[in-house]
């Protein structure tokens, strides 16, 4: 199974163009930039538009506008995960988003502690503390997530938030990737994460 992995495309997904071929497409959320209703609409036409058979998505800190929404009418090869799953050619997918809402209470951490341990890929919007999450001498990660991660075990973890370290990496068995597409001063697109399942 191959999966295309983007991240805070923060409004320009649009601009993505000739992107590779791939059985899922995974956004792991701050499509929008404001966090308007309308920037939320545009993103999900786009996203329902896209070539690919089945196609995930979660929000991030952006995305508030979708806080405690129901997603209807979405085609059924279009998942939205909000501390749900949803199971792929046998692969469990498992999403958590990055509400601020919920970060600035214990509800975050309780969201966490609930991915099921049979989680083969786990989407946050928030990078492991230490993976990917290095930007202005700090490590912006989830200690939280980095804990769960190591009891779970997923094959890959897909998340973003984090501009200035876009890529792969390896560790301990288990592939992360960090999908942001727009860099850190949002002047140029980084390519999505190909990854094969």
């Known amino acids: 199974m191959k999966i295309l992995h983007l991240s805070d495309t923060h409004g320009c997904h649009n601009q993505l163009i000739n992107m590779p071929k791939a059985d899922v497409l995974v956004h792991s959320g701050d499509f929008t930039m404001t966090g308007s209703e309308q920037e939320a609409l545009d993103f999900l036409n786009w996203f329902c538009d896209q070539p690919y058979e089945h196609k995930i998505f979660i929000c991030g800190n952006h995305d508030d506008c979708l806080y405690g929404a129901n997603i209807d009418g979405l085609d059924e090869n279009v998942h939205y995960l909000c501390n749900s799953g949803v199971e792929i050619g046998g692969v469990k997918f498992y999403g958590v988003p990055m509400f601020m809402g919920d970060c600035i209470t214990e509800r975050q951490n309780r969201n966490i502690a609930q991915i099921p341990l049979d989680t083969k890929v786990l989407i946050t919007h928030s990078p492991a503390y230490g993976i ?66």
């Open 132 to 197: 990917l999450d290095f930007d202005d001498s700090i490590n912006y990660g989830s200690k939280e997530i980095l804990a769960r991660i190591n009891d779970v075990r997923p094959t890959l973890h897909l998340f973003g938030h984090i501009h200035a370290q876009h890529g792969i990496t390896n560790e301990s068995g288990i592939t992360f990737s960090n999908g942001a597409i727009m860099n850190t001063d949002y002047t140029n697109l980084n390519a999505p994460n190909l990854l094969e399942f």
